[in-house]
């Protein structure tokens, strides 16, 4: 394999800064119910990770976002899933526009993916990126201390 081959399971961590699980989506009151989205990344070892989820506009009442990522040894997450990470999201539609959220993560699993749950009246969140990469306790991503 290449430094950058893909495989058929999924993305490996390795070939690229941050494989997206998800570019792009807007999620809406279709996926409130737990919905897993995006392929699954293949973390080739047990490591700590980061997870980005990054949302544009986001309309609805009271509208929620719970990200559960979880981790299995298998690729089809038939068995042994654990949820090692949660991202969540509530309030009001204003103060959740543009929001950038990390969820640092370990795990002893080979996979990770994404499952959500939406929540509120009507919600949606539109142009939501989710992202994973290696953890890099050298680098610095603009956020404050």
Known sequence: MG????ISEGTLVKDALE?????GLTLNSATSSSTTLGANTDLLRPQECR???????????????TLAIEA????????GVVVVGRISLSGSAASQSNVV???????QKRYV???LTLGGTSP???????RVREECHQRHDGDSA
């Open 3 to 6: 430094a950058f081959d893909v």
């Open 72 to 79: 299995s040894n298998d690729s089809t997450f038939s068995t």
């Open 51 to 65: 997870v980005k989820v990054a949302t544009g506009t986001v309309t609805g009442t009271n509208p929620t976002f």
């Open 19 to 23: 494989p997206a699980l998800e570019t």
């Open 113 to 115: 993916r994404a499952n």
């Open 101 to 107: 959220r990390w969820a640092d993560i370990s795990t």
């Open 124 to 130: 949606v969140y539109t142009g939501t990126t989710i």
